[in-house]
């Protein structure tokens, strides 16, 4: 078993004395002493906390490191991460290797199974939901606004559309001059399978019935060629 002592501050907060390794060292030993534990291995690191864990040099090298029974002790939760959902996917993986974490501030192991633990993971799932739901809603809303500016989201392009450096959509004139032609047979009464049909053997490229009907029924085509 090992006990390991985790620090971090950043460039800005190595001139404030309260956010010092050191102090938070200092915090560490006098936990450990009250749960009965001695800190073999000191991890510290000058990093931002809002890089994920794994991906700060001493962090990666931390959990390549930790084995069943070993303790991890942080003066504070702030120290170790500000990203909720990181946070709790490292608690649960330390959950399931059987390794400790201790936050001094928290006041005890919050990978137990007591109260602390227990509330201390519920609170975890809730934020870590919460924050799940505002990057979806956020994400949503990004790409119902890049829709109505006619840019493109990802995935396969529009058919009759090109793409500018900006992600902007652009006509495609020769793919635009199918579309037309195939509204003209459209409107003269042509059926789906009719025109997928014709326009597969006059451009030797398969032109699905279902693909038809949707680039056709595309509200922006119907503007482009109300335009045209």
Known sequence: M????????SDIESFDRGSSIDTQLSKAISYANI???KIDENVTE??????????REKGFELLQKLKKGDHIICSHLDRFSRNTLNLLTLVEKFKRQKVSLHFVDIGGEVTGSDAIGGVFLKLLSVFAE?????ISEKSKATKQRMIKENRYTGGKKKFGWDIDDNGFYIPCEKEQSLIRLM????KQGKTFREISDAM????????????????????????????A
């Open 130 to 134: 919460f924050y799940a739901k505002q």
């Open 46 to 55: 000058q990093i931002s906390g809002t890089v994920p864990f794994e991906k």
């Open 183 to 186: 509204r003209v047979m459209r």
């Open 35 to 37: 749960k009965d534990l």
């Open 2 to 9: 090992t006990t390991y002592f985790y620090g971090r501050n």
């Open 200 to 227: 597969t053997n006059s451009t030797r490229k398969k032109f699905p019935v279902s693909w038809v009907f949707k680039i056709l029924n595309r509200e922006e085509n119907q503007e482009l060629l109300k335009v």
